[in-house]
């Protein structure tokens, strides 16, 4: 398996842009976490979905913030409008169910200008 | 609510050395699971391990070790004869089985073994 597959690899937006990051899980996963790392605040969970259904959206800093899962295999993060606070690393990750090991992608370095 | 504590922010050891890796956990439920994971200079999150709230028993895995025990709400992490490679951040996580909320992180340990 190909694993977590993450897109774009880095981003540079300008402030107030929006920006949409992607994730493709591991195929047979029902879990898909989305998690953002920064110096500051570390690992956070934003949202976690289970069988493409959110679950758990109490970490998303605030309404510029969405994310959707329309398919097993496939998930959006969309920040909009993006600001300069919102650079850092967000990881996608899936496992089999809500607590299993998560499988991590590679990540997508956010930087707002 | 769910707490993961790595008290320890950073280490460093010259190779060869054993390290021991520092977590400490909160949780209300009664099933739950432990993990640990290595992030390396190149940035990616590397699952290293899981343990179910029901099985003390410790594991050991080549040059790593895992020791947990419940009464002290702990889950260590030792590296045997350390390596240069082994440099990385390394993370524990809990996940509580009955909540909501998901593998929560502690705030990871920097390891810096020294040739």
């Known amino acids: 398996d190909a694993g977590v597959i993450q897109s774009p690899r880095h981003e540079v937006t300008e402030m107030g842009q929006e920006v949409t990051l992607r994730c493709k899980p591991i195929s047979g996963h029902n879990s898909l976490f989305w998690y953002r790392q920064t110096m ?12 493409n259904v959110p679950i758990d959206d109490s970490g ?15 998930s959006t993060l969309k920040i909009q409008p993006s600001e300069p606070r919102d650079s850092a690393v967000y990881f ?6 809500t607590y299993t090991e998560a499988f991590f992608g590679q990540g997508t370095r956010l930087t707002v200008v | ?9 950073e280490i460093s050891v010259v190779e060869k050395e054993d390290v021991t890796l520092d977590c400490v956990y909160e949780t209300r439920d009664t099933t739950y699971y432990l993990f640990w994971y290595k992030q390396p200079p190149s940035g990616e ?7 179910n709230s029901f099985d003390e028993q410790n594991e050991i895995s080549g040059r790593y070790s895992w020791n947990f025990q419940k009464s002290t709400s702990s889950f260590n992490f030792t590296i045997t004869a350390s390596q240069v490679v082994d440099s990385a951040v390394y993370f524990c996580a809990l996940s509580e089985v009955g909540s909501a909320r998901q593998l929560t992180f502690g705030s990871g340990t920097q390891l810096t073994v020294l040739p």
Request: charged residues 20%; aromatic residues 12%.
């Open chain 1, 40 to 51: 500051m605040r570390g690992l956070e969970l934003l949202i976690y979905f289970n069988n």
């Open chain 1, 60 to 74: 998303m800093p605030e309404d510029r913030f969405s994310a959707k899962m329309p398919n097993a295999s496939f």
């Open chain 1, 92 to 97: 996608c990750a899936s496992s089999f169910n």
């Open chain 2, 1 to 9: 609510a769910q707490k993961v504590t790595q008290a320890q922010t």
């Open chain 2, 45 to 51: 999150l590397v699952f290293l391990i899981r343990r």
